[in-house]
């Protein structure tokens, strides 16, 4: 079955500067997604940002990029220029193309925007 | 975007009743629903898949018979919590896929009390 893992339960960072989130994941497969969402206060689950594990790029969006390792089975994400509205919990999350599709999840880091 | 709403948001039913949590998208064809549970500060817990006209597959130590999942359409299925409990309270939530996409879909969580 696969894992994963976010072994920073808390982060923080000052406003405008720029933080990373680590995430390790453990599968058999050789193609799956990988995204980190985020989740304010109100709880809604929000996208971040995906990487398809056959492209080599690392996806980026706007402040978020990721660093994907698929060999070391690490996916961080990092956010430059952090705002206040960043302040939430971020799940890096694992999902097979096939099969059931469902999406596992990390324990989450809760990031903390320092003004 | 694709849009998936869940209902109620909140609701506190008394212990021994059940209670009915309803998952809709909007603008899409949901072949496939996941339904979470998340305790305080804690990680989103799979607790079943649901196909459109087929049963709801399980994660293992979920209690089918407590926790029952009808996907009776391509844009909605439902959660009832029979005879609920106080340890049943937690936050429930949503989210609906379809083929193509790689990506879930949200909805907001419903936030379930027991007394």
Known sequence: ?115 | GAVVSQHPSRVICKSGTSVKIECRSLDFQATTMFWYRQFPKQSLMLMATSNEGSKATYEQGVEKDKFLINHASLTLSTLTVTSAHPEDSSFYICSASYGGVTEAFFGQGTRLTVV
Not at chain 1, 57 to 83: G, H, M, P, W, Y
């Open chain 1, 1 to 115: 079955a696969q894992t994963v893992t976010q072994s920073q339960p808390e982060m923080s960072v000052q406003e405008a500067e720029t933080v990373t989130l680590s995430c390790t994941y453990d599968t058999s497969e050789s193609d799956y997604y990988l995204f980190w969402y985020k989740q304010p206060p109100s709880r809604q689950m929000i996208l971040v940002i995906r990487q398809e594990a056959y492209k080599q790029q690392n996806a980026t969006e706007n402040r978020f990029s990721v660093n994907f390792q698929k060999a070391a089975k690490s996916f961080s994400l990092k956010i430059s220029d952090s705002q206040l509205g960043d302040a939430a919990m971020y799940f890096c999350a694992y999902r097979n193309p096939q099969g059931a599709q469902k999406l596992v999840f990390g324990q989450g880091t809760r990031l903390t925007i320092n003004p």
